[in-house]
DNA sequence: GCCGATTTGTTCCCGCGTTCACAAGGCTCT
DNA sequence: AGAGCCTTGTGAACGCGGGAACAAATCGGC
């Protein structure tokens, strides 16, 4: 298996970092240019655009709190980043700041919502309702934040008919249709392993072009697909190396550290939130 | 707020790439050096971390199918990731294949694990049994990929005497115990954003350094505490953005951007919230 | 025992992303 | 109006990660 020589219809997509992969093609380029809208926006590097809705998330958080304007050095504290950083993420898409005063949150907010592109809904499919699917499903920041779960879909005939969220779970093999009548763009995978790759299969054929992977598997889909993984084992099994790095480098092993624990500020709530 | 002037005890974390954000320690260096173990894998660059649990499943399902040996092009293919980066990645944790023949793959399967820190169990406590928490306790991935779930605990008193997965919902108070019992070192949140920093400062409390934060939320943490962040709707967002680009830069699908709107001052009220 | 085939481990180079530092611009007060 | 202060936006330096290409090493055959 896996030959160098022949090049395959589909191929395992190159990793990015931090857990989550993303198939880019860096071959297609196409000269687009000046054929986005209005703004300027041609190429904004990857990991700004990974950082923009962490951006969207804290400007909402400080309009909720009734604040009208803020520095960068405010919004990079609320969003984890220090503020050369934002500052420089929020270039990319415009100056829609002033020198002096900072910027406007709404504003900011919407103009942030707009590049990423939620200002409208998008439909998205779910399929694998099991434990995940349930809570995907009902997650709120789905609505909230520019997504419509649209269709569940599950090959278990036992689930049929439940109905989460308001949502009916209904076959599999409706995918193509729910797709065609709701323009679904974006596709959730919430199965097992052992299914994962035959949904992403039937998801490209409908014509979904993104996929939000949660079985731990590396999907094999063509150039123009784009993948985001989320793997919680992956995850786990970072933070563990380093925790094993800390347990090694100061006392023994596991036990932990309980002794002067408490020492800590607690309640001493930060900045942000 | 947030003056660059004096230096918090605690700070908001920097993100790294991804999606996953990981607040690495750039002071502290400590020169460990020889105190590690046998081996002589000192500092491993964090994007190789990423990928190691990834080439170690991909390991699992080739010793799985029989295969004993395996070359680096293959074990490549099977992660997602080029022959080149396979190689310089596990360069880094040492000399473990053979020339002109490959890697012997339980072998590498056990140098991988070791490194990582999963060849024995590490016990977890899981914090907010709500959907989500349900799904997590119920993940099989947890106890096949090096870790136990130890304790389940809740705020709300419905949930208590619940049993998930064979452990018992416990209030959340019983945090410090079941942290000191059972040395627990990792935590996971799966609360709602509002209560996710204050189950984090208890944690922390507590001295668990590493936790896998399920809340949309940026956490503020000392800096020797690992988070590591996984955020639906900012994974959903990334995709809409390159989706939104795809559908713009082909035909003109999905109504799209707005005008040019909004200016300034008006109030905006766009999609998201 | 030697030679060729094969695959690893490593070196070098390039490009992206982060950070620093500063110039550009706007607001306020006199 | 002008000076001073403040904050944004950006140019440049720097370090890390990715990829290709090559040297080192092992196996098998003659």
Redesign the pocket.
Known sequence: MARPGPAHKRHTQ????GGTSLSRV?VRERAVTTRTSTDGARDI????V??LPVYLRALVTLADQGTTT??????ATAAG?????L??????L??????????DVEYLRYQIARQIGVTQDWPVVIVGIGNLGHALANFSGFRSRGFRVVALLDADEHRHGETVAGVDVRPFDDLDRMVREHGVAIGVIATPAAAAQDVADRMVACGIRSILNFAPIVLAVPDDVDVRKVDLSIELQILAYHEQRKANGADAVVPSVVPESVEQGSTARGGAA
Chains 1, 2 share one sequence.
């Open positions: 190159p990793h990015t970092q860096p590097p990857e990991a700004t990974a950082r803020c520095s960068s050095e405010e919004l980043v220090n503020s050369a950083k500052r420089k993420d929020l270039s990319y415009g100056s829609y700041g002033t020198r002096g005063v900072g910027y």
